[in-house]
């Protein structure tokens, strides 16, 4: 891909945000800490996903962790087909299928877990999947013209209804324990050391492919129009665009970046569970692009870490605290933030940094001086 | 009238028995007229007669109850509004209507006829046409020492110019105006109508207006509803002498 | 999977969780009242709302606890008691994040989604603070336990028909308030031009609290029936929130019949599914059917057409 798009400035971030995933995280951190790393990025792919969607298009979906789902348990199924080799499940009364499917009394594999035991078929459902059904949403409410807190509360009830489906339908989704003792990926053990090294790294490429993607999305003249739609929807319709096509693609792309972040999350934690992808994680995959800076996608990913740092951190020695903090969070980006990290970024301390660097122009990013003026409080 | 026999492409809009009705009121009831090719047609009327219903009739903002809008040989009434634009007809919003979170060259490149589908605004390029394009339109819109600002900071006659301007370079056949120097100040409202004069030629334009002084100067030909039929129309001397049209809106 | 009962089974069953449903339908009916006004007049998303609800179950908790312990001779009539006491206890605390909080975002309708999401955070673990992490049950008086014998095969539960009136009369006090009284006069005032109605005189930053006071009490009269189906605990309120929030959507968001009629189908529709199949599978059906509905019909069920 031509990277001619980019600005100074972008090429600069991306640098430093991959000297910092590379190089420093690999260094600094033991292989556990490094793992946790790992775990909180794949959140971030759903999170780039939202600032384009959210943040650029103005459509707030709060069903992101669908999309997570489709990915994750995408993954998990391949994952679990293969540790549920005959050999490997003798023991049970039909060898051959996931152990939970024989605790349910299931005899046979269920159609919809065929396709799973191929690779290479695996990893296009994990993308197509996610799209399509993203697609069905889309269509359906963008060309009736549903949006805003409609679309989101929508959103919110396809999330619900997920949840309760994965976790009622026991015997074909593992329920509420989720798909778990994942063992090999095309016989390569993922639970060594060594291997979730690998995967951290796959996951920071991929991470900042999707980074590039999103880059490149943001700067067209597509970018443009999600922020022109954003705005005023009408005038774009009426200068011959349609805006429901628009509103449809930025959907299923945020829901395909959510799907490679669950589908990376299972690789790296070893399980796929409906607590990841309920309506609770959905809301904090919101939080975590608000805490960013919805109009930022670099923010999107350290807001994403800065998030689940302070829970991990607070919630391993204050636990009834992390909620307390994480909704105080909330209101306080809300109200006092709400350009997040990156606001704070660009008001303070980007100006030093111009000044030592000596970069000149404009940011090319049209939404970020956007921010100041649609989402300032009102006075 | 159109007269009798005339075919309906004679003429470059043909609005036929149009009407909508909204929870049993009827905004637009029955109404037929007929516009030509570079004719500038201007609609007058009392509030709530049904101008503007008109207007979104036409652009597809509003679905009809019956009746028939031709444009060409294209039936308007069974199309999306994207697909209404793309066949050649413009609007302009009453209230200026543009992207205060882009910058004036951005929001004149939007309307750049190029590049509408997904895919289409994925790959668009900013080569020197289009450049150009933004460049010219952005002197006729006196905006030209401003395209790289945000249209936030503009002023309201300015930002009024600049949604003129984003139509100018979509180049419409068929130019809709609802009410273009509505809150303008008296300078501004000169500069307007010099801006409308250079660009209303070669293409037809349908223009709802209040200020009576600039209907008269532009205006070929002039259609006056009334709740939602039409009162009366022709030329401007016409429709200025007849009884009726003084009674319900002039007079006052 | 109806196969195996004939019609006159059906329509006992049909009738039995029917009866059953009516307080799962009261607590629709209540819940989406507050959120319809909430959302509906003033345009504010409350995440919280199920949180709201909650204070009003454990308020009711308490007074049973109170009244068991300290005026046993009056526990026949703590319900009403509790009532009261949750409507005042919700609607306070309404006011009190009205004047905190939502009034800062009133321009922002995703943002106050978001923020009330931090609240209702916060609420819930405030309670878990006070009023430990364990779900409480609610005893009820002896006379609401029974149930009436309408035939040999239908019995209605009593607390059901009590709470149904209580709903019905809340209902009947709201539209009186909202659609005949001055005050609602000011409140849709406020909603439709909050410029024009701040210029005659109406004090809009009173309303608003009040109104937004009033939907946040109802919410905790909605607790109070809530403890009746299900027991109380820090995160009860949340598993509600989703479904009276497509209640209030269903209905479209305007209309107070709109409201009423879609809490009846909805929980109508689940109460009937649960008897023939799970529970989850019930609600995954019944929620299913509403959003495929929405997607269909986005506008809901019972709106006018009028000129965007």
Redesign the interface.
């Known amino acids: 891909m031509k990277l001619a798009f980019l600005s100074r400035r972008d090429v600069l971030f991306l640098a430093v945000l991959a000297f910092l995933l590379l190089v420093v995280f690999p260094f600094a951190l033991d292989g556990f800490r490094l793992n946790l790393v790992g775990k909180y990025l794949t959140y971030a792919f759903a999170a780039l996903g939202l600032v384009l969607c959210w943040g650029y298009g103005g459509i707030?979906s709060l069903g992101q962790g669908v999309f997570f789902a489709l990915g994750g348990y995408g993954m998990a199924m391949y994952l679990k087909l293969e540790a549920s080799s005959v050999e490997n499940t003798k023991i049970q009364s039909t060898p051959g299928i996931p152990d939970f499917m024989d605790w349910n009394q299931i005899t046979e594999l269920p159609y919809f877990w065929q396709p799973f035991h191929s690779f290479p078929l695996t990893l296009i459902l994990i993308l197509v999947v996610p799209a399509l059904f993203a697609f069905v949403?889309g269509a359906?409410?963008f060309k009736?013209?549903?949006s805003?807190?409609?679309f989101?509360?929508?959103t919110?009830?396809?999330a619900?209804?997920m949840t309760?489906?994965i976790?009622?339908q026991q015997g074909y989704t593992g329920g509420v324990n989720g798909i778990t003792d994942l063992r090999t990926l095309h016989g390569w053990d993922i639970r060594t050391d060594s291997a979730k090294f690998i995967l951290y790294f796959v996951n920071a490429v991929l991470l900042l492919g999707v980074i590039l993607i999103a880059m490149f999305v943001r700067d067209s003249k597509l970018g443009r129009i999600l922020v022109a739609m954003r705005d005023k929807e009408d005038r774009v319709r009426f200068s011959g665009y349609s805006v429901a096509n628009f509103q449809i693609f930025v959907f299923c792309l945020a829901g395909v970046f959510a799907a490679i972040g669950g589908a990376m999350f299972t690789l790296q934690v070893g399980f796929m569970s409906p607590s990841l992808t309920g309506?609770v994680p959905s809301?904090e995959m919101?939080?975590y692009t608000?805490v960013g800076g919805r109009f930022s996608l670099f923010g999107a990913v350290y807001g994403t870490l800065a998030v689940s740092f302070a829970r991990t951190s607070l919630s391993e020695s204050f636990p009834?605290l992390w909620?307390?903090g994480?909704?105080?969070?909330?209101?306080a980006?809300?109200?006092f933030f709400?350009n997040g990290l990156a606001g704070i970024w660009r008001d303070y301390v980007q100006p030093t940094v111009d000044r030592v660097l000596k970069l000149r122009g404009k940011p090319s990013d049209p939404a970020w001086e956007a921010g100041k003026s649609s989402?300032a409080?009102?006075e | 009238m159109p007269p009798i026999g005339a075919q309906p492409k004679d003429y470059l809009l043909s609005v036929e028995g149009l009407t909508v009705s909204?929870?049993g009121f009827r905004?637009v009831n029955d109404l037929s007229f007929y516009v030509d090719e570079n004719e500038i047609r201007v609609i007058i009327g009392p509030n709530g007669a049904g101008k503007t219903?008109v207007l979104d009739l036409i652009c597809g903002?509003?679905a009809a109850s019956s009746g028939s809008i031709r444009f060409r040989d294209k039936e308007l009434t069974k199309m999306s509004e994207s697909q209404i634009v793309l066949a050649g007809v413009g609007r302009k919003f009453q209230t200026p209507s543009i992207y205060d979170d882009l910058t004036i060259f951005e929001n004149l490149e939007i309307s750049y006829p190029k590049g509408r589908s997904v895919w289409g605004a994925l790959t668009f390029k900013r080569d020197q046409a289009v450049k150009d394009r933004v460049q010219e339109v952005a002197e006729i819109i006196f905006l030209k020492d401003r395209l790289h600002d945000n249209a936030a900071f503009l002023s309201h006659g300015q930002k009024q110019w600049l949604e003129i301007g984003m139509l100018l370079i979509q180049d419409p056949e068929l130019l809709m105006l609802d009410e273009p120097v509505a809150g303008m100040s008296v300078s501004e409202r000169i500069k307007t109508a010099e801006l409308l004069n250079t660009i209303i030629k070669n293409r037809s334009v349908l223009v709802i207006e209040h200020d009576m002084k600039f209907v008269e100067d532009i205006a070929h030909k002039v259609t006056v509803l009334h709740q939602g039929k039409i009162l009366s129309e022709g030329s401007m001397e016409k429709v200025k002498n007849d009884p009726k049209v003084v009674e319900v809106y002039l007079g006052h | 999977m109806f196969g195996d009962y004939s019609l006159g089974d059906l329509g006992s069953i049909f009738a039995m969780q029917g009866f059953a449903g009516l307080i799962l339908f009261s607590v629709y009916v209540l819940m989406a009242l507050g959120l319809a006004i909430i959302?509906g007049q003033m345009g504010v998303?409350n995440m919280a709302h199920g949180e709201f609800m909650i204070l009003g179950a454990y308020m009711t908790w308490l007074c049973s606890e109170f009244f068991a312990a300290y005026l046993p001779s009056l526990f026949g009539i703590y319900f009403f008691v509790a009532m009261a006491l949750a409507f005042v206890a919700s609607g306070s605390l309404g006011m009190l994040v009205e004047w905190a909080?939502i009034k800062?975002?009133?321009?922002?309708?995703?943002?106050t989604?978001?923020?009330t999401?931090?609240?209702?955070?916060?609420l819930?673990?405030?309670y878990?603070?006070i009023f430990g992490p364990r779900e409480v049950g609610v005893n009820l008086p002896d006379w609401m336990l029974g149930s009436l014998q309408v035939t040999d095969s239908i019995e209605v539960p009593i607390n059901g028909l009590l709470v149904m009136a209580l709903t019905i009369l809340i209902t009947i006090a709201v539209y009186l308030l909202i659609f005949r009284s001055r005050w609602g006069q000011q409140v849709r005032a406020v909603v439709q031009n909050r410029v024009m109605a701040g210029a005659v005189g109406i004090d809009t930053e009173k309303v608003d609290r009040l109104t937004f006071g009033l939907g946040c009490g109802i919410a905790g009269i909605a607790g109070s029936a809530f403890t009746m189906i299900g027991s109380t605990g820090p995160t009860s309120g949340?598993l509600y929130i989703?479904d009276t929030?497509?209640v209030v959507?269903f209905g479209g968001a305007a209309s107070l019949f709109g409201t009423i009629a879609s809490a009846f189908t909805i929980s109508q529709t689940q109460s009937t599914l649960e008897f023939f199949l799970?529970g989850?599978?019930a609600?995954?059906i019944t929620?299913?059917a509403?959003?495929a509905i929405?997607?269909?019909r986005?506008q809901g069920l019972f709106t006018?057409?009028?000129?965007?």
Request: glycine share 4%; proline share 4%; hydrophobic share 65%.
């Open positions: 707030l949403i359906a409410m009736r013209r549903v805003g807190v409609y989101a509360i929508i919110q009830a396809i619900a209804i309760i489906l976790i009622g309506i809301i919101v939080i608000a009834q909620l307390l994480l909704g105080a969070l909330f209101i980006t809300v109200l709400p989402t409080p009102a | 909204f929870d905004a219903t903002k509003t | 959302f998303i909080l800062r975002l009133y321009k922002r309708p995703l943002d989604l978001l923020a999401w931090g609240l209702s955070l916060i819930q673990q405030a878990r603070s949340q989703v929030f497509l959507v799970s989850s599978m609600k995954v929620l299913l509403v959003v929405l997607m269909l986005p006018l057409k009028v000129r965007r």
